[in-house]
């Protein structure tokens, strides 16, 4: 004898999945105001209930904590993932830059050699005659 599975059809289905959501960002201020009310709590279990209330996790209070203590507020809101791309105007500028200083090094290795020429050049104008030359 087979089960028959009947479905009530008044009632919807509930098998939906939620929408994913993306990685959570926070504010540097939302940072800052969270290592500061951990910072006032001084009754046990009281930091695990603020965190709890915020759905966050103890290694974000740390690293939080870290960069405040090196006062790093810009690495507060820093985003996390790749670099931007850099801009053609940004480009052209660090390859001038390189250009710039190889030629610059390029100058002083030259005036090296310039003035090593010319104390060569002073040497051989002031050396005296060899003995055996005919005047």
Known sequence: MARQQTQDITEPLTTQVAARTG??????????????????CRAPREI?????RGGLYSSHLTMWRQHA???ARRALAQRRGPAAKRTTEA??????????????EALARDEL????????????DHSPAPSGALS
Not at 23 to 40: G, H, I
Not at 48 to 52: D, R
């Open 69 to 71: 203590a090196i006062g």
């Open 91 to 104: 480009s052209a500028v660090a390859r001038l830059e390189r250009v710039n200083t190889l030629l610059r």
């Open 48 to 52: 695990g209930a603020l965190l709890q």
């Open 113 to 124: 050699v310039i003035a090593l020429q010319k104390k060569l050049a002073a040497l051989l």
């Open 23 to 40: 990685r959570r960002r926070f504010t540097a201020e939302y940072k800052v105001s969270v290592v500061q009310q951990a910072a006032a």
